[in-house]
């Protein structure tokens, strides 16, 4: 099976939200666009739109202006880049129902959940699952059809508490519903040994890296995983800068080139 090759499409902070500059949503819809497309033209097979708004709610709660720019941006990108191409939508933290609403109208194709199960301790506060309250929300409004790809072990989930192997927070968030995981370190050995704990736990989930891969590591980790969202390395200068087409060709070659 093809290895997943998710870019990354961050935004700038958007209406309803503490530090959104006025007058400039139309300057960030226009780049996320462009992102997105440049990310088709290079071969990957799709793209996370996240906001990046420096401070978030921990509740599964987002302001409706907010969720309105959301659509909108995730509307563009789907018309932009044609029905081949997989969008995923990621309200941070943890505005999965938001998140679900708006895949289910634009079309998108799945959302990443920061925590679906348990809680995890974050520099804003708290945030606790509600897998019950999402599932029946996602069945309410005919989502069934968005997957769900939830961190287990990464920069946006810790087990807040410790003491649960990363194995078992797989099996709970498949229990749940999670249609994949999402894992990863920027320690390649941690990763590989999450990678493997998973496998042997939950045989047959679709494992997807929660980033930390380059031009350098994709080959060796993208063996053992069955996708990978892709940041910083795919952006002129770093995160944070415009995606670079010639870029994404490279690491999709590297990518397809597994065998």
Known sequence: MAKLIFGMVHLQPLPGTPYYEEGSFPRTLDVAVES????????????????????????????AARTAAMTLVVNAI??????????????MRNALRASLAVATVTGASFIRAGALVGATLTEHGLVTADPMGVMEYRRRIGARGVRVLADVDSSHFTWYGGGKPTAEVARAAVKVGADAVVLGHADERRTTELIASVREAVPGVQVILAGHTDHANAARLLARADGAFVGGCLERGGWGGSIDVDLVRRYVEIVRGIS
């Open 36 to 63: 997105a497309r440049a990310l088709s033209d290079g071969g990957a097979d799709g793209c996370l739109v996240q906001t990046v708004e420096r401070v978030y709610r921990v509740d599964d709660e987002s302001d």
């Open 78 to 91: 789907v018309q932009a880049t044609g029905p081949g191409f997989q969008v995923g939508v990621q309200l």
